[in-house]
């Protein structure tokens, strides 16, 4: 049920915003989302994979931004431009999205859905697994590992140096080595914020 899958990720990250994760319930996110209790945790299993799929889809947002400023306006725009955009994004997306920042920088606080799973290296703790045992049909397939910080940041170079290859000027510093230096910049600057501009115009310099 792709879109009551959404609906039900949709619901969980507006509660999430309103509310820090362990007090979010999961008959309300049903209830935002337009479907049963019982639909909720067959898609999920549990409020722990609910939250592992949330984080996914966060990250998985991330990247896809990632990809569109890599792309560049119409491809008029220079490789060292586009990366500049590909860093004001990460630092824009870490900045309102939590769950973003979060998986960026490895820095989880006491409202993000972290209980039962430690999201950054996938490790399930045996003391505070939901218990589905009232529930019927639930998923029990393993879930899809989450990245870490540095995983994250790899795929988003990985994704730079294959969106420039054919871009990139003769010359120039090798185009993975300016990638991994690019996406390590945005990353300071998601640790200390600082103006869009600031960070697009730090690349520009590193690259000329």
Known sequence: MPAAR???LDAAFAALEGRPWPRVKMAEVAAAAGVSR?????EFGSKEGLARALVRREADA???GVERALSGA??????????????????RSATENPLV????????????????TSVASGVTSVTSVTSVT???????????PLPAPGELLGQARDRAVRLLAGDWPPGAVELPLACEAVARLALSYV??????ADVA???RTVLA
Do not use: H, I
């Open 6 to 8: 959404e609906s039900l």
């Open 38 to 42: 019982q639909t909720l945790y067959n």
């Open 62 to 64: 991330y990247l896809s």
């Open 74 to 91: 119409s491809g008029a725009a220079g490789p060292r431009e586009r990366l500049a955009a590909a860093a004001v994004w990460t630092v």
């Open 101 to 116: 920042r979060a998986v960026l920088t490895g820095c989880w606080n006491e409202r993000l859905p972290t209980s039962g």
């Open 134 to 144: 009232s529930m019927t049909s639930v998923r029990t397939a393993p879930p899809d």
């Open 191 to 196: 640790v200390a914020p600082a103006p869009a």
């Open 201 to 203: 115009r730090m690349v």
